[in-house]
C-alpha cells in the first residue's frame, strides 16, 4: 500500500482550519464543486466534482479541531480503499496541517496525479484561510 503524505504550515489557528477541511461551506471553497456532510464519527460525506464524479466517504476518524479522516466508499477503483486524514499540529506561529492519502493499493498514473493535485489543492486551502482566495472550481487541480 502506498501513501500520499504532506505537511504545509498555515497561519491560521487549528479551529479555523478543522472548519475548512470538515464543513462543506468551506470545502467547496478549496475542493470539490459541491458538498454535503457533517463533521461527526460515521457521518458520509457526497464531494461532488461532476455527475461523474459523484464520490461518497465516511468519516472514520474524529477529534474536533485535532484530526478528521474519510473512508472512500463510493469513487473511482483506484480512491475505493483509500482513506485520507488531516491532522493539525499547534505551532508558536502557526499550525501545522499533516495531510495523509493511504491505502493506494498502486504507484499507477491516477496515484502520481493525485498526489500532485493533493498539492496543489492544499496551497488552494492554505491561500483561502490566509489570504480568501477562492480558486474557481473549473481552474482547480
Known sequence: MHTISFDIKIQA???KI???????????????????????????YNFNFTDQYDWYAIVD???PA?????????SDPDWDPTRFTFALEADRDGTWLCFDHMAWPDRNRHFRYS???WAMLLQSLKEYLEDGKIIPFEKRS
Open 61 to 63: 476518524e474524529f477529534n
Open 66 to 74: 485535532e484530526k478528521i479522516g474519510f473512508k472512500m466508499t463510493k
Open 13 to 15: 489557528d487549528k479551529e
Open 18 to 44: 478543522f472548519q475548512a477541511v470538515s464543513l462543506p461551506e468551506h470545502l467547496v471553497n478549496w475542493w470539490p464543486l459541491h458538498c454535503t456532510g457533517e463533521p461527526y464519527l460515521g457521518a458520509e
Open 115 to 117: 498526489s500532485y493535485c
